[in-house]
């Protein structure tokens, strides 16, 4: 064995302890964290600002010209304004306001492309330099110099089925009021039952027309709607495969 071949495998073993340790600090950092949690429920999150979370940029959009309010003589209305009497609707950052997510998403597509083809290629030879006056023909010459035959046919089928339905409601607080007067959103929704806590995260941008008089707003009348429904917990964590599993589902080339 070469000196080299020697250093190689001593790097790969190397290499994989190192892997190895990596992995069971993390996985004993985990187990650790859960054993603490035995007989106790999931802690809910604290309720935080959520301009002030790690990754929180503001939206940025392009924006017309503001334009200036202005005040006719002897007249109580002035230019933007929605209503004589106060509007209890979402306007200003820190108001509260409802979504409606009314998610139903359905597809049903089908494809399917057929060929066929199909040739042939025949020639011969019947009489070489008069071999058929001959008492008795060449036999060595072929009656075919050149015979082919080929086809091929494709038959290609593929199919989309899909439906999702969502339905349920959550308040969202205005971070932000954009230049042109459109709201951008952001509502945190956790309910614990037992020990699983599901969450719904709601996030976007509105105008202040699309919002009803009730202060609610429809889901699909939100521009660049973040929309997630998910959960955690031990049924969460029963479903989900093993870290060994999943490190061994991402290194395995087969």
Not at 10 to 16: D, N, P, Q, V
Request: net charge positive.
């Amino acid at each position: 064995m070469s000196k080299f071949s020697s250093a190689a495998r001593l790097r790969r073993i190397a290499l994989s302890g190192t892997l190895l340790a990596t992995f069971a600090f993390a996985s004993g950092c985990s187990s650790i964290d859960r054993l603490s949690q035995i007989g106790e429920q999931p802690k809910l999150s604290a309720i935080d600002n959520p301009t002030t979370q790690p990754g929180y940029k503001p939206v940025q959009m392009p924006m017309p010209k503001p334009e200036v309010a202005s005040y006719n003589p002897n007249s109580l209305w002035r230019n933007g304004s929605r209503a004589f009497f106060k509007d209890q609707r979402a306007h200003q950052v820190g108001d509260l306001l409802t979504v409606t997510v009314n998610f139903t998403d359905k597809a049903n597509i089908a494809n399917e492309t057929q060929r066929s083809r199909t040739s042939k290629e025949d020639s011969g030879i019947t009489d070489f330099i008069g071999s058929q006056t001959v008492t008795q023909p060449l036999k060595v010459l072929p009656g075919r110099i050149l015979t082919t035959d080929s086809s091929s046919s494709a038959d290609g089928k593929g199919s989309v089925q899909r439906q999702e339905a969502l339905q349920t409601n959550v308040a969202a607080v205005v971070t932000q009021v954009l230049p042109n007067g459109n709201l951008v959103v952001e509502g945190k929704q956790e309910i614990r039952v037992n020990f699983e806590i599901r969450e719904l995260v709601v996030a976007g941008i509105v105008r202040p027309e699309d919002i009803q008089s009730d202060n609610t707003i429809d889901s699909s009348k939100i521009a660049q709607a973040r929309i997630a429904y998910g959960g955690r917990g031990q049924i969460t964590d029963v479903q989900q495969p093993r870290y060994g599993q999943q490190v061994m589902d991402v290194l395995l080339p087969f």
